[in-house]
T-cell receptor
Framework: SAVISQKPSRDICQRGTSLTIQCQVD?????MFWYRQQPGQSLTLIAT?????????ESGFVIDKFPISRPNLTFSTLTVSNMSPEDSSIYLC???????????FGPGTRLLVL | GENVEQHPSTLSVQEGDSAVIKCTYS??????FPWYKQELGKRPQLIID?????GEKKDQRIAVTLNKTAKHFSLHITETQPEDSAVYFC?????????????FGKGTLLTVNP
């Protein structure tokens, strides 16, 4: 399976600021996704990162709050904007290799907003 | 949209016993069902998956069964070991549209007691 890295692995941020999380894959992948996992909870899909076009957001998530970029087939960023303590969570990217529907997860970014 | 229910939310077994986790899905068009294992502080790891054209799949001590008529699928772990202790998530992929997004169950915390 692909090797997936995320930066930063964790961060503590002040409310009102923004944080950009990077997801890098060591091979080209068709699909890239961003999830949020709140403590003790399941995985909630934020959006599908589309290469060369705007991301597809799930209900309850908007572009102004979670802008996403995907400039190529190996890289994507998620920005958490104007953060509040409710944004404290783990943010994970996942990837689906070419021609496959299986998803593999990155190591996650632990975010704490004070 | 797709809805996935997972039971039980917690499961405690003695080492060597079997463990069974069950999931039901709402959309009869769903065609791909992966299972993930998430150890504390780590990323979800794919452990087994099954497609709708198969009724059962086995990989060593792990097996998954699918009943399309009843719209449910189950994870079976035999001869459990303490290292099987983790949170297990089931998921389902709706086959409509061009994306591969997954809907996750709420998770099952499995504890294997030595």
């Amino acid at each position: 399976s692909a090797v997936i890295s995320q930066k930063p692995s964790r961060d503590i941020c002040q409310r009102g600021t923004s944080l950009t999380i990077q997801c890098q894959v060591d091979s080209q992948v068709t699909m890239m996704f961003w999830y949020r996992q709140q403590p003790g909870q399941s995985l909630t899909l934020i959006a599908t990162a589309n290469q060369g076009s705007e991301a597809t957001y799930e209900s309850g998530f908007v572009i102004d709050k979670f802008p996403i970029s995907r400039p190529n087939l190996t890289f994507s960023t998620l920005t958490v904007s104007n953060m509040s303590p409710e944004d404290s969570s783990i943010y994970l990217c996942s990837v689906g290799p070419r021609g496959g529907e299986t998803q593999y997860f990155g190591p996650g970014t632990r975010l704490l907003v004070l | 949209g797709e809805n996935v229910e997972q039971h039980p939310s917690t499961l405690s077994v003695q080492e060597g016993d079997s463990a069974v986790i069950k999931c039901t899905y709402s959309d009869s068009a769903s065609n791909y069902f992966p299972w993930y294992k998430q150890e504390l502080g780590k990323r979800p790891q794919l452990i087994i998956d099954i497609r709708s054209n198969v009724g059962e799949k086995k990989d060593q001590r792990i097996a998954v069964t699918l009943n399309k008529t009843a719209k449910h699928f189950s994870l079976h772990i035999t001869e459990t070991q303490p290292e099987d202790s983790a949170v297990y998530f089931c998921a389902a992929r709706f086959s409509g549209g061009s994306n591969y997004k997954l809907t996750f169950g709420k998770g099952t915390l499995l504890t294997v007691n030595p």
